[in-house]
């Protein structure tokens, strides 16, 4: 199996797990759970689970030169953290497909962020690009009829943030993966988003409300979170971008929002109406434009 097509298999696997995130996230509301139970409880156990694994398994997991503390910090916290934050707390105001619809937006963002700091020459293509992208956008959000003062709103820019904050990760991941493993990233993504969590929630006298107080149920579904929807997808992500770069990732990467569809619609009953799979079908349209070149076997 050569290392390209391993890159796709983790990114396409990972697409698949990521697709849950939203469907498991409104479940986890729907049993009582408010964003910061969610958020800390999902990380927490994540960070557990990962340190355990390194303990008892990979001892070098642990390993990192001081130097790139501070690169793990900044990716844990803006990168990892940012992204569940903002997307975790628009899903309390717009519904699961939308806010996949809008996270999608990234790929654009990772484009045209690259080359902002490659100081390259914007072409024609991802002109295009653009435009599919903000119409998509238009369409399933359908803003023209969003009062300014409205939840669904709030949600909208929610989303829109989340994916500033996922192109952050993609971007500066590639440059991490360049000399870390990427369990020993996730690791210590996972273990700084924790630890700070904790610490606020504790300072707010709300450490007991996350993960001492939630029941079995809700500690299940923040168990299948920390797993399958956050430790496995994101270290297929990072393992998918260390052999085919960031570019290509974000493109197989959009697979997860058909499937996000899908399962909203099975499990959570959302329907999707004609602007918002028009808007989703544009935004598809508008990362496959953007890297059509990239599709080709010889690339």
Same mark, same amino acid.
């Given at each position: ?54 303990? /008892? ?5 642990? %390993? ?11 990716? &844990? ?46 072409? &024609? ?8 992208? /903000? ?37 500066? &991941?590639? %440059? ?24 606020? %929630? ?5 450490? &007991? ?81 953007? %890297? ?8």
């Amino acid at each position: 199996m050569s290392a390209r097509f391993r890159g796709y298999l983790a990114v396409l696997l990972s697409a698949g797990l990521f697709a849950l995130v939203a469907i498991l996230t409104k479940f986890a509301y729907r049993l009582g759970m408010t964003a910061g139970q969610i958020l800390t409880t999902q990380t927490t156990l994540s960070a557990f689970i990962l340190l355990l694994y390194a303990l /008892v398994f990979k001892h070098d997991m642990v %390993r990192i030169k001081l130097s790139q503390a501070p690169k793990l910090l900044a990716q &844990g916290l803006i990168g990892s953290l940012g992204t569940s934050f903002l997307f975790t707390y628009a899903l309390l105001y717009i519904p699961a497909n939308l806010g996949a619809v809008l996270l999608f937006t990234y790929p654009v963002l990772v484009t045209f962020v690259a080359y902002i700091f490659l100081r390259a020459k914007v072409r &024609g293509v991802e002109v295009v690009a653009l435009i599919f992208a /903000v119409g998509g956008t238009v369409l399933s959000t359908q803003i023209w009829q969003v009062s300014l003062a409205t939840v669904q709103f709030r949600g909208i820019i929610l989303g829109l943030a989340a994916a500033v904050c996922y192109t952050f990760f993609i971007l500066y &991941g590639e %440059r991490l993966l360049d000399n870390l493993n990427p369990l020993t990233t996730l690791l210590y993504v996972q273990v700084f988003s924790s630890i700070f969590l904790l610490s606020y %929630r504790l300072q707010n006298s709300e450490a &007991g409300s996350a993960l001492f107080a939630a029941n079995w149920a809700q500690l299940l579904v923040c168990f299948v979170m920390a797993t399958f929807a956050s430790i496995l997808p994101l270290w297929l992500l990072l393992v998918g971008i260390k052999y085919i770069g960031a570019t290509k990732a974000s493109i197989i990467g959009t697979l997860e929002l058909p499937l996000t569809f899908v399962l909203a619609f099975i499990f959570l009953h959302e329907k999707f109406g004609l602007w918002q799979t028009a808007g989703a079908v544009l935004i598809t349209l508008s990362i496959l434009v953007l %890297r059509a070149r990239d599709l080709h076997p010889g690339t």
